[in-house]
């Protein structure tokens, strides 16, 4: 519309020009004439500028009004844990630093069940949310199977090919979801038991038998302790109502204990340390909310930063059109060595300088 109406005012101009020099009667004349259509052009081309000038507010006014758009965000976490609430909280607080009060979100916590996710992922389908945030594995798996449709970003997820049965990976789900990782290197967090622990001679796996990104750490983990000839024996519960008996069962024939990023464990972490720290079985954690509850150590992520990446995500798709389907998923940008200053003062364990204390808050 704008080189339309610039176009138009352009010929405006060279008419005013012919016209006025099919005015001259003779030569003389005509060089009297020249100054009264260089006037004439000029006025035309300052309407010409502003008239571009007028289109250009014209489009920034409408690149404002699309900036008020206002957005609805359905959130399901799938409990409340110190990770999974940093999650949440760094995704939110992104998203109302970019769009202010233009957002609103749904937040919505399943309580560890699977069930009360399908519930809670169906109203938001219902609402037709513009976006759902999944914090969790099975959060995810329950808006996949809700939507194809509305984008759907997941965080505190350790593995979106093993969460969503991707064989094919390449970095991008190629659907209506993406997201952040929580994932931190295993090998390092292997080498860590190997550096605070080296007399080890069997470690113990702990994890949730129906959390398929656990095992897909656990793997990992015993690869290494493979390389490095370590004794390993998996320890699984189906739900937390068998975690007391097995981590008893752990600790009568480990030296020590390594639980990945599981979030049943999590939501266990006091009844674990009731079991582990009487029995003098130090623990490595996958993360460290696990690691503030029952370990002794733990190679960190934020999970701050993993929300707030979503959240920035999150933008791109509602505002700047993203195509969800070839984002990457984004992984933590640095992991810290972290430490539980109680428990290892309890169990007699000296960690190097460059371990950082757990700050654990008092409630």
């Not at 014209?58 to 965000?73: K, L, N, P, V, W």
């Not at 656990?218 to 981590?247: G, P, W």
């Not at 389907?325 to 200053?341: F, G, R």
Request: charged fraction near 20%; glycine fraction near 6%.
């Amino acid at each position: 519309m704008k080189k339309k109406t610039l176009a138009l005012l352009l010929a405006s101009a060279m008419t005013a020009v012919t016209l006025a020099g099919c005015g001259s009667d003779s030569g003389d004349a005509s060089a009297d004439s020249a100054a009264p259509a260089e006037e004439t052009a000029e006025p035309a081309e300052d309407a010409a500028a502003e008239t571009e000038e007028a289109a250009d507010t014209a489009e920034e006014t409408g690149d404002a009004a699309a900036s008020d758009q206002e957005y609805s965000i359905g959130i399901c976490q799938l409990l409340e844990h110190p990770a999974l609430d940093e999650a949440t909280k760094g995704f939110q607080e992104a998203l109302t630093d970019l769009l202010g009060e233009n957002v609103t979100f749904d937040m919505q916590n399943a309580q560890g069940e699977q069930a009360n996710c399908a519930t809670i992922i169906t109203q938001f389908v219902t609402d037709d949310v513009d976006l759902i945030l999944a914090n969790a594995t099975a959060p995810l798996q329950a808006a996949a199977a809700a939507t194809n449709e509305i984008p759907i970003l997941g965080t505190s997820i350790t593995d979106y090919a093993t969460a969503l049965d991707i064989a094919d990976w390449t970095g991008a789900t190629g659907t209506n979801i993406s997201g952040t990782s929580d994932l931190a290197p295993i090998d390092e967090q292997e080498n860590m038991l190997v550096e605070l622990f080296p007399d080890a001679q069997k470690v113990g796996i702990l994890y949730c038998s129906a959390e398929p990104n656990s095992e897909y750490q656990a793997a990992l983990f015993e690869a290494c302790l493979d390389e490095d000839e370590i004794a390993y024996e998996e320890f699984t519960a189906a739900d937390s109502n068998e975690i007391q008996a097995v981590v008893t069962s752990a600790c009568e024939s480990c030296d020590v204990l390594y639980i990945p990023t599981d979030n049943t464990m999590a939501g266990s972490t006091e009844l674990i340390n009731n079991v582990a720290l009487p029995a003098g079985v130090p623990i490595i954690a996958g993360e460290e909310g696990i690691c503030a509850g029952c370990g002794v150590a733990t190679l960190s992520i934020s999970y701050y930063d993993i929300g707030y990446k979503a959240g920035e995500m999150a933008y791109d798709i509602l505002v700047n059109g993203a195509d969800i389907s070839t984002m990457e998923i984004q992984y933590a940008p640095q992991v810290t060595k972290e430490y539980n200053e109680a428990i290892c003062t309890e169990l007699g364990v000296t960690v190097p300088d460059d371990y950082t204390a757990i700050t654990v808050e008092e409630e």
